[in-house]
């Protein structure tokens, strides 16, 4: 294993373990109040992160051909997972949205393996074929069964990766022009037509409003930003975990760590994000990699990114809140799964992967 893999699988680790911490630290509350006991998230997501670890390293001795072979039949298979999402007695309904199917031991996100799925399957058709009428046909079904779970925190990732994927496929600058203008478009009259989502807009321009309706949880999350100041209340003394800021061990995460550890700390978190995406760039920095190679490693680079930006603008009110995990931290199996699951594909690219002459 060379040290920029090595480099990789620490940081990947560090950021992992961190997350899980502040698992335990933001969940403690809620965890109490639902089943009697303040472990119970922590163990969840610990179980989660040991299946996690083992996923990973299974998925690196793979060879990437594997997933190119069956690229097609992986999308089908996770368009057959969001359907399932829409059928009741297999699909979960939790707060007015279906986007878990129930299984014996428990329920799957599915659109957490859906994001691997397109991925795949655009690094195979892209570096076959670079035609816009076969990107939209494909990228069409998704976003209507998103748009029915409703999960439009999904939907924005999943979009922009995918457009991204266009663009590095070699995408001319005016078809991106006309996929990200109507990617807002599309965007805008769904919040229009949608009265909560409408809210949430609102809610984000007019923050200081309806402070106990709708700009709650951006209240309670500012609070708990500014209550961090530079270097925090210290480990164990966030205040707006006690049931405040809604979701505080998933989606709101990064609010609690903010008000833990402070800015200082939260830029510490931030650097160690950007050192996982400079080493996995240094993995492949001497390396040959084929189109379908290229395509699938900076298109799993994309989707976290995303997500990440995503997460954190949302946390500190540059964007509305769309129910974006936080990759490696928030509590949730299906996301932490996949994210694995794709950084041991990112590092079976890297090991199978052919050296510059």
Known sequence: MSSSSKIFLTLLTILSLIGLFFVFEASTVESFKLFGHQYYFFRQQALWLVLSFVVMFVVSKF?????????????????????????????????????????????????EVFKFAIINFYAWLLAKKLNIISFLFFLFWPVLLILLQPDFGSLMVLVASSIIMYFLAGGPIKFLTMLFAGGFLLGLLIVIFSPYRRDRLMTFLNPEENVQGESYHVRQITLALGGGSWFGRGIGNSQ??????????????????AEEIG???????IFLFVGFFVSANLMVRNKVLESYDYLLFYGILSWIAIQLLFNLSAVVVVLPLA???LPFFSQGGSSLLMLFFASGVLLSITSHAKMKK
């Open 63 to 111: 060879k990437v051909g594997f997933f190119e072979k069956y690229a097609l039949p992986i999308y089908f298979f996770g368009i057959l997972l969001l359907f399932l999402t829409l059928i009741p007695g297999i699909g979960l309904k939790l707060n007015g949205a279906r986007r878990w199917i129930i299984l014996p031991f428990g329920t799957l996100q599915t659109v």
């Open 240 to 257: 707006q975990k006690y049931s405040y800021v809604p979701e505080a061990s998933s989606d709101s995460i990064f609010a609690i760590v």
């Open 263 to 269: 800015f200082i700390g939260s830029l510490f978190i």
């Open 323 to 325: 129910g974006m995990p």
